[in-house]
């Protein structure tokens, strides 16, 4: 079935640092690719999303390209706050018909001042 | 725009007893979605409603139910409590029923359910 594997956290970084966080997905078809953010004590958020092959998705300074031929969804930022500590879920939906959302684990991001 | 909204926040439980959780989707919003969210087995989808129907269900025994209201309001129930279902259920409605796999899900905060 589809699936969706992140990097294991947590990913500790100075302030300005640059951020990657790896994301792989197995699907059949063409899933739509998304990242959400997860604040402490909060629910998820919608970060960015992409639904067809080299489509760039963005948000306030992240971004992430659909890698059809890698089958990947990398995260990445150029310079991350500290106000950027959070987890990070990447996630499919599927299209085979059912259309579920499919999670990551999460990654955990501390940026440090 | 007012967002998903999930009540109680909070609610602690002892084994054995039954548990109500209410989600309100955003305004418009016909599909809400429940998920079950624990450190060791991250995000795990529950079910997930359209128009009253539950259109998708994930892999949880029985005791895990839900159902939507005429308003889209929703309500996941979990019976005879276990203390594995310790977790944030979380919520999540979209706007439109699945025509194609772009929708976008808006998750609420959750309702933090704790078992003794």
């Known amino acids: 079935g589809d699936s969706v594997t992140q990097m294991e956290g947590p990913v500790t970084l100075s302030e300005e640092a640059f951020l990657t966080i790896n994301c792989t997905y197995t699907?059949?078809?063409?899933?739509?690719l998304f990242w959400y953010v997860q604040y402490p004590g909060e629910g998820l958020q919608l970060l960015l999303k992409a639904t067809k092959a080299d489509d760039k998705g963005s948000n306030k300074g992240f971004e992430a390209t659909y890698r059809k031929e890698t089958t990947s969804f990398h995260l990445e930022k150029g310079s991350v706050q500290v106000s950027d500590s959070a987890v990070y879920f990447c996630?499919?939906?599927?299209?085979?018909?059912?259309?579920?959302?499919?999670f990551g684990t999460g990654t955990r991001l501390k940026v440090l001042a | 725009k007012a967002g998903v909204t999930q009540t109680p926040r909070y609610l602690i439980k002892t084994r054995g007893q039954q548990v109500t959780l209410s989600c309100s989707p955003i305004?418009?919003?016909?599909?809400v979605s429940w998920y079950q969210q624990t450190p060791g087995q991250g995000l795990q989808f529950l079910f997930e409603y359209f128009s009253e129907t539950q259109r998708n269900k994930g892999n949880f025994p029985g005791r895990f139910s839900g159902r939507q209201f005429s308003n889209s309001r929703s309500e996941m129930n979990v019976s005879t409590l276990e203390l594995g279902d310790s977790a944030l259920y979380l919520c999540?409605?979209?706007?439109?029923?699945?025509?194609?796999?772009?929708?976008?899900?808006?998750f609420g905060p959750g309702t933090r359910l704790t078992v003794t």
């Open positions: 305004s418009g919003h016909r599909s």
């Open positions: 996630a499919l939906s599927d299209s085979s018909g059912t259309y579920k959302y499919i």
């Open positions: 699907a059949t078809g063409y899933p739509s």
């Open positions: 999540a409605s979209s706007l439109i029923p699945r025509t194609g796999p772009t929708y976008e899900q808006y």
